[in-house]
């Protein structure tokens, strides 16, 4: 079993700031990456930032320069610090891992939380 916890949603005014976190518990062999989704009312799920085990990250066009991806191997636990806030960041974040299980080394799989609700407004 595999479970992913995630923290740090809530209401925030424009310009301001805000911390998600997110940790993976269970029988974990190794996660290859980790990264933050999120989800608008009426929108496609899309990736926000992604960061891989050795550390290499990748952001979407509209956050790079305000958001960052952080990894803690050896808590398998992923941030992403959300700076100058904006309305159209308004939408339910999901973290995901990349990861084999213990009783299965060579196979990877995608698990994800069960998403945290972040809203941008005056």
């Known amino acids: 079993q595999v479970q992913l916890v995630e923290s740090g949603g809530g209401l925030v005014q424009p310009g301001g700031s805000l911390r998600l976190s997110c940790a993976a518990s269970g029988n974990i062999f190794r996660i290859y990456s980790m990264g933050w989704y999120r989800q608008a009312p009426g929108k496609q799920r899309e990736l926000v930032a992604g960061i891989t085990s050795g550390g290499s990250t990748n952001y979407a066009d509209s956050v790079k320069g305000r958001f960052t991806i952080s990894r803690d191997n050896a808590k398998n636990t992923v941030y992403l610090f959300m700076n100058s806030l904006k309305p159209e960041d308004t939408a339910v974040y999901y973290c995901?891992?990349?990861?084999?299980?213990?009783?299965?080394?060579?196979?990877?799989?995608?698990?994800w939380g069960q998403g945290t609700q972040v809203t941008v407004s005056s």
């Open positions: 995901n891992a990349n990861l084999a299980k213990t009783d299965s080394i060579w196979y990877r799989t995608d698990y």
